[in-house]
C-alpha cells in the first residue's frame, strides 16, 4: 500500500503533515516516529495500511512540519498527539509508537486513558534503571550512532544518512540543516536523559498494551521490556530477533505481523 502525504492542522494551528494510508473504514492506527523520523517508504506502515487505516504523523521540526516553537516539553507533545488526533476526527484509535514516539504514545495514554483502544510500544523511552544507564543519544558521536541502534552498523549508517551524497555541497548542507532541526525536536524530549518520570503514570493505562523490542537493542536494553511490563498492566512482551532499537526497520515484516496479530485480538 502506498502512503502519501497529508496535512494536518491542529488547533494551536501547528502544521504537520502526517503519512497516511489504507481503507476509509475501520480501528485508525496512528503512529508516533522515533528521534530518527519518518519517511514515505516505511514498510511497516505500509503493510499496516493493507487493512486498516494507517496516520503517521510527523512531528513539528521535523521534514516539513512546522510549530516546533510553540512545543518545550513532554506535556506539550503529548497534548499535541491528542490534538493530532481531534483534528483529523478519529476515535479511539490504536496507538502505535516507536522509541521517542512510543514514550509520547504511552504519556498520552496515561493522560487519557479511555481515549486509546490499545497500544503498541516498540522500544519505548520514557522509563530509567541505574543499573542500565540509556546513552546518551546527543553525547553519542556521529560514527558510533549507527552501532548503537542498529544490529548491522553499515545498515544503520546507509540508513541514517538516507543515501546523501556528501560530495554534493548543498546535499550536505541540506541534510546537516535538517539534522539540526530535528534534534532540536528530539532534545526538547530526550535530553539530557530520557526520564521524565512516566513510570509514576503507568499505572493509569486501560488499553490493551504489546511490548515489541529488538534482542540486541544496545540504546535501550531489554532489561526495560522486563520494567514495561512490570509497570504496565497485562502488558504483553514479545522479543524479535536479529534486530536491534531500530527494530521496525531492520525487522519490518516480523514487527507488522506483530501488530497485525495484536489487533485481531482488541
Excluded at 502544521?15 to 516505511?42: E, K, M, N, Q, W
Excluded at 502505535?96 to 487519557?112: F, P, Q, T, Y
Excluded at 509514576?200 to 532489561?223: H, M, N, S
Excluded at 497485562?234 to 530477533?241: C, K, L
Aim: proline share 8%.
Amino acid at each position: 500500500m502506498t502512503l502519501v502525504w497529508d496535512r494536518v492542522i491542529t488547533r494551536r494551528g501547528i502544521s504537520c503533515r502526517a503519512l497516511r494510508g489504507g481503507p476509509s473504514s475501520g480501528r485508525p492506527i496512528v503512529y508516533f516516529h522515533s528521534a530518527v523520523g519518518l519517511t514515505a517508504d516505511d514498510a511497516v506502515l505500509a503493510t499496516l495500511a493493507e487493512a486498516h487505516p494507517v496516520i503517521a504523523p510527523e512531528l513539528p521540526g521535523y521534514g516539513e512540519s512546522t510549530g516546533e516553537e510553540l512545543l518545550d516539553d513532554m506535556l506539550d507533545f503529548t497534548l499535541h498527539g491528542w490534538d493530532v488526533v481531534s483534528s483529523l476526527g478519529l476515535d479511539r484509535p490504536i496507538l502505535v509508537g516507536h522509541s521517542m514516539g512510543g514514550m509520547i504514545a504511552a504519556e498520552m495514554a496515561a493522560l487519557s486513558p479511555e481515549r486509546s483502544a490499545g497500544l503498541v510500544l516498540i522500544a519505548p523511552l520514557g522509563l530509567w534503571l541505574d543499573e542500565h544507564p540509556i546513552p546518551d543519544i546527543f553525547a553519542t558521536l556521529p560514527h558510533d550512532v549507527p552501532a548503537l541502534l542498529f544490529e548491522d552498523p553499515a545498515v544503520g549508517a546507509a540508513r541514517l544518512t538516507g543515501g546523501v551524497d556528501f560530495s554534493d555541497t548543498d546535499a550536505l548542507i541540506e541534510f546537516f540543516v535538517g539534522n539540526a532541526k530535528r534534534l532540536g525536536t528530539a532534545g526538547k524530549i530526550l535530553f539530557p536523559i530520557p526520564n521524565r518520570r512516566l513510570s509514576k503514570r503507568l499505572y493509569r493505562l486501560e488499553a490493551p498494551t504489546l511490548l515489541v523490542w529488538g534482542a540486541a537493542d544496545r540504546y535501550v536494553p531489554l532489561a526495560y521490556a522486563d520494567a514495561w511490563a512490570t509497570l504496565v498492566p497485562g502488558a504483553e512482551v514479545v522479543v524479535v530477533p536479529s534486530a536491534g532499537h531500530m527494530v521496525p526497520v531492520e525487522q519490518p515484516a516480523a514487527v507488522a505481523a506483530l501488530i497485525e496479530a495484536f489487533l485481531e485480538k482488541v
